[in-house]
């Protein structure tokens, strides 16, 4: 360990210029103090060392220490350096600082051995580099879950027990119910988020490109191949991938994605190299994949693979007990959004949204908040296309985190069995959990009996 009073010469010129490039250590006036016991001890000759920057303060240090004759740094390698501290730098600020730590010292052993091969490297952190900063904002913006009914607390019920398991899932909804959010969920609160869950929707790839977005591809491997590039099952290794439209994949690209699940490794196009990835999958579909599978549309093995633990998200038609709940959430995220002050919505609109089917479900609903905010100048909120009357009803925050969705479903079953959670008539039962369990998440969740 480096402390900064033992070496002031080396941490001044670190804390002022974020990096340092030392050709010669033994001779430079910056390493001087270091070359008195801690360059000869380990036969140190050259450092490239790099501050891990943070919001407050630094991290650490990442170095890079050449044994033997002194050499002289590159631009690129100084460059990669830099790219290493940032994506380091990135993960710690989005996770929690216990499992972070574990994730530094993989990092450091990962990059003691790529000191071989810098090149490669730099080319595969860049282009998981690109993917991350591409789903970040999916990340940052996680929305609440908001719900009232029993058909929803059944569905986040059965994500509650799958996701704790590396479970196959399959979703099964309209679209606009919410596939992407209760993919999400099952991640968020698995053991694997603290790894990336990526998204590929299956419906938007063309049918041509879609074997190299799964599986990635070699430089050269076709036309239009000018780098490597690596599949989404790669950059999902150790996290959770969403098939996200799974019932629109290619009939030709079945028998591949099949394997790939089944033998947990994947062989990119243009390589004879098979890499072993360890990811989970959920899927999601708007079809009928039964039907599918008896039009030949769809591989019966396949559909038997996914569908080991299937959730079906009820169409908000079936469950109108959420839609007051809804509206006064959009209501209010939406106002915070375009700086409104909307109070009340008449009763006459507030029962026509209710009795409304709803055929694009909760993208619907949130998509005509949004525009009636937007188009309501007053304290009353204005929907286009519904009924108004001059009843007004105040319209109330409703706004649930994940954590007040599991508290209140708790709390119910407890308020159903007297507060019970041992035995064949208790909570634990009823939830499909140990008694164990169940009281760690009351103490998590702040759940007491009155």
Sequence with gaps: ILNAEDYPSYFKALYKNKTIKINNAISDEITKDLAEDYLPKYNI?????????????????????????????????EQFATTVAG???????????????KELIEINEK???????????????????????????????????????????????????????????????E????????????????????????????????????????FGHKKGSFTGAFSDKEGKFKLADGGTLFLDEVGELPLEMQPKLLRAIQEHEIEPIGSSKVEKVNLRIVA???????????????????????????????????RPEDIPILIEHFVDKFCRKYNKE????????????????????????ENLIERS?????????????????????????????????????????????NWKIDGSQGAAKILDIKPSTLRDRMKKLGIKKP
């Design 87 to 101: 994506l380091v730098s990135l993960a710690i600020e989005n996770n929690k600082r216990k499992k972070i730590q």
């Design 111 to 173: 990059l003691s051995l790529a000191n071989t091969d810098l090149k490669n490297l730099k080319k595969e952190l860049e282009q998981q580099n690109v993917y991350l900063r591409e789903e970040i904002n999916l990340v940052f913006n996680y929305e609440e879950m908001v719900y009232g009914s029993a058909a929803f607390s059944q569905v986040l019920t059965d994500v509650e027990k799958v996701a704790e398991t590396d479970a196959t899932v399959l979703l099964f909804g």
């Design 342 to 365: 909307i109070k009340f919505i008449s009763q006459e609109t507030k029962q026509a949204l209710y009795n409304y089917k709803w055929p694009g479900n909760v993208r619907e609903l």
């Design 175 to 214: 679209s606009g119910t919410g596939k992407e959010l209760i993919a999400r969920a099952i991640h968020n609160i698995s053991e694997r988020n603290t790894k990336p869950l990526i998204k590929v929707n299956c419906a938007a790839i063309p049918k041509e490109l879609i074997e190299s977005e799964l």
């Design 284 to 318: 999601a579909t708007n079809r009928n994949l039964d039907e599918e599978v008896k039009k030949k549309n769809f591989r019966e093995d396949l559909y038997f693979r996914l569908n080991v633990f299937p959730i079906d998200i009820p169409p908000l038609r079936k």
């Design 45 to 77: 000759s050259s450092m490239l060392d790099v501050f891990i920057t943070g919001i407050d303060k630094p991290f650490g240090v990442i170095c890079f220490e050449h044994t033997g004759e002194p050499r002289k740094w590159t631009a690129s390698e």
């Design 373 to 417: 905010v937007i188009l309501t100048n007053s304290e009353t909120l204005f929907v286009p296309g519904f009924k108004s009357s001059e009843k007004e009803a105040p319209i109330s925050s409703a706004t649930l985190t994940l954590d007040d969705v599991q508290r209140m479903h708790i709390v119910q079953i407890l308020k159903q069995c």
